[in-house]
């Protein structure tokens, strides 16, 4: 079983940046941030693997970076360059897949979730 305990979350003006952090129980290989606006379907944003790999969505490459600490079994979510379109609630997740080697943004493949942090841009 693994428990996972999101913060970081908050509002913030275009342009601002945020930290979302993500505590996670028990073994964690890939992990994912995911987020789900209003009227929307939930969707990967960055994931990463035991290695520290990761692979981010378009919708955010050059502005979100995800990290991890393994030591405190930790992930994060830096976001830059925020726009009102990043309004959503952030998810964290753990694959169920066991390979310290894999990742993925397809929400199916997790199935250990947090409870999210809201995430608000706006002038």
């Known amino acids: 079983q693994v428990q996972l305990a999101e913060s970081g979350g908050g509002s913030v003006q275009p342009g601002g940046s945020l930290t979302l952090s993500c505590a996670a129980s028990g073994y964690t290989a890939c992990m994912g941030w995911f987020r789900q606006a209003p009227g929307k379907e939930r969707e990967g944003v960055a994931t990463i693997n035991s290695v520290s790999t990761s692979m981010s969505a378009d919708s955010v490459k050059g502005r979100f970076i995800i990290s991890r600490n393994n030591a405190n079994n930790t992930v994060y979510l830096q976001m830059n360059n925020l726009k009102p379109e990043d309004t959503a609630m952030y998810y964290c997740?753990?694959?169920?897949?066991?390979?310290?080697?894999?990742?993925?943004?397809?929400?199916?493949?997790?199935?250990?979730w947090g409870q999210g942090t809201q995430v608000t841009v706006s002038t």
């Open positions: 997740a753990v694959s169920r897949r066991r390979d310290y080697l894999y990742l993925s943004l397809i929400q199916d493949e997790y199935n250990y």
